[in-house]
């Protein structure tokens, strides 16, 4: 298994190396007058342009631009993001903490609800619990998740006062910059914990409530569809007619037999999905004024700020390749059959 | 089973008619955000909020040319002199003890040096007071510095007569050191400026940039330390280079107390040993939040005091209880403005299709015709988009100079919409040639940008109106590549417009009229005429001579119609009801959003 997992990692600066040059390229494509608005965004500034392009190297030959791109890279330097208004390497630790929490708070949900669902779902086939998960999928497919954002907003932040936007009030954010606060992953709810702030820690649940909410509802339809499918197909095989017939209890059939061999596409879909989260939501970070990877790399494309999409594109590839990995690993643990070759 | 799946669906469909329409209610909305801002005192009296939807760029103030990051510095940092009140014309004292002029003998007869006699007791924040040293060298570094697109240059020229502090490689020049050097210089109690020309609105600058900073603390945050040795590795630097990026040693009403570049949120504290005595509020967060619906519900639940909203979104504010929409305030700026290209360039360029007068296309010298361009001007409905896209608020531009401001023409003759005098100018345009093979291109705007869109949208359809054989393309274009197509005049038509560093129509008329201003070097429009005038009138110190100046450049720019003005705009504020002490000035940076915190507070 160390081999299999090693020989995987191995490929690692390969995709990142192929990925970079893919995405250089494709900034390299547009003018140096195109890639020098990041730094020009008023007309106020529009005679500086031929300045900003020598003084940033735009014009030169593309090879002369990579290679100094990636010597900064292999030094450490991701180079700063104008976007995010920092080095690149500090955006991403400052971002991605807020994104995991929003992720691993919206995940947990997707799967206990989601394979739940799912499998309810498709045990009671055709029956109205099954019209309400189909129901839910569709709904979840369907509505825009800005559309799902606001209306939870309006409803539980506008009538009822509950879960506010943001990531948490004014009142812990004294606390948090009073001075005796140790950020120490940069995670709220870890770090109120750990520093002993309660009140702080449900403050930050309140805020994470609707956005962790919205992702669910809307990650979860794929989840429950998949779920759904392959439970159906386990039900139909001869092995769970065979484990009826012998007299088996319906839940052991269903839990012990069928679920386990349905994962496997569960996993892969899972770890698809749980990598998309890490990689940030734009609409619901946007909507919930969260502040996540996702807003910063939206405006950064749109910005063409090249070191901040170059640095999410290495931290989200390695995401992948990582995902894939534990997706693989994942397959080995619920099949046995499954060997690491 | 079959009468279930009919009941199952009747209720999912009655699910959805009902979120649809709680989405779509407006009257349930408005009664949800009623109950919230009925329910709702301030929560958080000695804490003022503000939500926009911009970020701070850099907190140096020799740095920062945009107006987000220019608020927060005229809340941290006190400048030699300032706007009095809601005046954009009368100045008072600050870190100087008195304005020069004329009359106080702190101004030369000839207008070429100006005396400050600078404040004592005036503390720094993180400690020290304020010396004729510490003037002299705010104003040396904001020249010096000079970064490429930066604010430099709004001091450097009038008081150097040099543009930039560079040669064309790039290379730091020793004569602008000298320069700078020698025209600010310390004398006992005072400051003393001497500038290259007469250039009456050199007050007005000072007035909102260069603010004062400590030289100390300046060269122990890896700033220029002052010498003659160093002054070339602080030219142009990077952008974090120096301390100041995200730092601040100001002698201002507040104190940063953190820029979160994660949350896009900048908090500012009340400084105590202020000169003028401490602030009412003991804190303010400027937060950026993107989406209106998100501000609005904020501004409702009383989690904010005033939040940014445009126009259009104006009616979704209205009746909101507790909150307060302070209308009808006039800015001084020229935006939006629509420019003609006098010679695009037409190789590999889309957008003036065969690049020929032959129906198909446009050639490179179109707008040169004068009688396309009245044709243009008399073909768009100014008064229609001030009532359907402005609401009904503001006045039809004139020209260049926006209502208010020194040198603006009330009488100014300008083209109205007439689709019949439109039609004759096409006639004649080209030899006629126009008219009867008619013209294609594509009329872009940066895209978000809703009232250019319907400004392209309007041109098109009253022009194509006028002959079945013209046509033009409408295309939101990101601004990346607008920028990039404008600058090489790729772009026949364009639509930007023009914010004032200061409140003077210099500012105005160089970029819009000047052949080496920012517009006309991009339209490719030169009057040798309206060159002189632009320059003659930047050192003129006759009023009245200065403004016939203006006045004639306004009649050239009604000759020539090298653009087209349409709308002297004015904005609004929202804000709670319990914000007290907020007075508009429509050169603060940001305004009517922001404000000099200063002043407010909340009961």
């Known amino acids: ?341 | 089973m079959p009468r279930f799946k009919t009941i199952f669906s009747l209720i999912s469909l009655l699910v959805v008619i009902g979120l649809v329409g709680a989405c779509g209610d407006k009257n349930s909305a408005a009664k949800a955000e009623k109950k919230a801002a009925a329910a709702t005192k301030s929560k958080n009296p000695d804490t003022y909020v503000h939500v926009t939807i911009s970020d701070v760029d850099s907190l140096d103030p020799a740095w920062s040319y945009d107006t987000q990051s220019h608020m927060i510095i005229e809340n941290i940092y006190d400048y030699l002199v300032t706007y009095k009140g809601g005046s954009v014309n009368d100045l008072e004292a600050r870190i100087s003890n008195k304005v020069p002029s004329q009359e106080n003998g702190l101004l030369s007869e000839d207008g070429l040096t100006y005396t400050f006699p600078i404040r004592k007791g005036v503390k720094f924040h993180k400690g020290g007071e304020v010396t004729p040293n510490d003037v002299a060298y705010s104003l040396q570094r904001f020249m010096l510095f000079d970064r490429a697109g930066g604010p430099s240059s709004l001091l450097l020229e009038p008081i150097t007569g040099l543009t930039t502090t560079r040669s064309k490689d790039g290379k730091p020049l020793d004569e602008a050191y000298t320069k700078v050097m020698a025209a600010v210089t310390v004398d006992g109690d005072y400051v003393v400026l001497k500038i290259h020309k007469p250039f009456s609105p050199i007050l007005s600058i000072l007035a909102s940039w260069a603010p004062i900073i400590s030289k100390e603390w300046a060269a122990a945050h890896n700033a220029w330390d002052g010498t003659k040795e160093n002054w070339k590795k602080h030219n142009n630097p990077d952008k974090t280079a120096e301390g100041f990026h995200d730092q601040e040693n100001g002698t201002g009403p507040f104190m940063l107390d953190r820029w979160d570049k994660k949350t896009k949120e900048t908090v500012l504290a009340r400084f105590d040993d202020y000169w003028r005595g401490p602030a009412k509020l003991k804190r303010a967060h400027i937060k950026s939040v993107d989406e209106f619906q998100t501000r609005k519900l904020m501004l409702a639940a009383g989690d904010a005091d005033s939040i940014y909203a445009d126009y259009l979104q104006q009616p979704l504010l209205k009746n909101l209880p507790g909150v307060e929409l302070i209308d009808d305030l006039p800015r001084i700026d020229m935006n939006p403005a629509i420019f003609f290209v006098f010679k695009i360039e037409t190789k590999g360029n889309p957008n003036v299709g065969s690049g020929k007068l032959d129906g198909k296309g446009i050639p490179a010298n179109f707008f040169a015709d004068i009688n396309v361009r009245k044709g243009f001007a008399s073909a768009f409905d100014y008064e229609g988009f001030i009532k359907d896209v402005n609401r009904g608020k503001g006045t039809r531009a004139q020209s260049f100079i926006p209502k208010g401001l020194f040198g603006y023409n009330a009488d100014q003759a300008a083209y109205p919409y007439d689709i019949d005098a439109a039609e004759a100018f096409f006639k004649k345009a080209h030899g006629g040639v126009l008219w009867k093979k008619g013209f294609k291109f594509t009329l872009a705007y940066n895209a978000g940008n809703q009232p250019r869109e319907v400004i392209a949208n309007m041109i098109k359809r009253a022009v194509e109106s006028i002959n079945p054989k013209f046509q033009i393309d409408t295309r939101p274009i990101q601004w990346s590549t607008y920028l990039d197509l404008s600058n090489k005049s790729k772009l026949p038509m364009f639509i930007l417009g023009w914010a004032p560093d200061y409140p003077d129509p210099h500012n105005f008329a160089f970029p819009y009229m000047h052949s080496d201003g920012n517009y006309p070097r991009l339209q490719r429009y030169k009057n040798a005429e309206a060159d002189k005038l632009v320059t003659a009138a930047m050192t003129e110190r006759d009023l009245e001579k200065r403004k016939a100046m203006y006045f004639r450049l306004q009649e050239i720019a009604y000759e020539d119609v090298p653009t087209l003005f349409v709308l002297n705009s004015v904005l609004y504020r929202t804000q709670r009801t319990w914000v007290k002490g907020y007075t508009y000035n429509p050169i603060h940076p940001d305004a009517p959003y922001s404000c000099p915190l200063y002043y407010l507070s909340k009961e």
């Open chain 1, 1 to 341: 298994m160390a081999k299999f997992i090693l020989k995987r990692l191995a490929m690692l600066p390969l995709v990142l190396l192929g990925v970079t040059l893919l995405l250089f390229g494709l900034f390299n494509s547009l003018s140096p007058e195109m890639r020098a608005s990041i730094y020009v965004k008023d007309p106020r500034q529009l005679a500086a342009l031929d300045e900003v392009i020598r003084k940033y190297g735009l014009n030169d030959p593309f090879h002369k631009q990579y290679s100094r791109w990636i010597g900064e890279v292999l030094s450490g330097n991701l180079g700063y993001s104008e976007t995010a208004k920092m080095p690149v390497t500090e955006a991403i630790a400052a971002f991605f903490p807020a994104t995991i929490e929003l992720s691993v708070m919206a995940f947990i949900p997707i799967m206990v609800l989601g394979v739940w669902l799912g499998t309810v779902s498709a045990v009671h086939r055709d029956k109205w619990i099954d019209h309400v998960s189909r129901f839910i999928s569709i709904t979840g497919y369907s509505l825009p998740s800005f559309v799902l954002g606001l209306l939870l907003l309006m409803v539980f932040y506008g009538m009822l006062g509950l879960f506010p936007p943001g990531r948490y009030s004014l009142a812990s954010d004294l606390i948090i910059y009073g001075g005796n606060y140790q950020p120490y992953t940069g995670m709220v709810l870890v770090d109120s914990l750990l520093n002993g702030q309660p009140g702080v820690f449900v403050d930050a649940l309140r805020h994470l409530v609707l956005p962790a909410a919205s992702l669910t509802y809307i990650t979860m339809a794929l989840l429950v569809r998949i779920t759904r499918s392959s439970m159906l197909e386990e039900l139909g095989k001869d092995y769970v007619r065979t484990a009826r017939a012998k007299g088996l209890p319906e839940n052991i059939v269903v839990n012990v037999h069928a679920r386990r061999n349905a994962w496997i596409p569960v996993i892969t879909i899972a770890s698809i999905l749980f990598v998309q989260l890490l990689g940030g939501v734009l609409i619901t970070e946007t909507v919930f004024a969260y502040p996540g990877i996702g807003r910063w790399v939206a405006q950064a494309a749109v910005q063409l700020d090249i070191p901040g999409v170059m640095g999410v594109a290495l931290l989200t590839s390695t995401l992948f390749v990582l995902g894939n990995l534990a997706a693989d690993v994942c397959y080995a643990l619920v099949d046995p059959r499954i060997r690491f070759q």
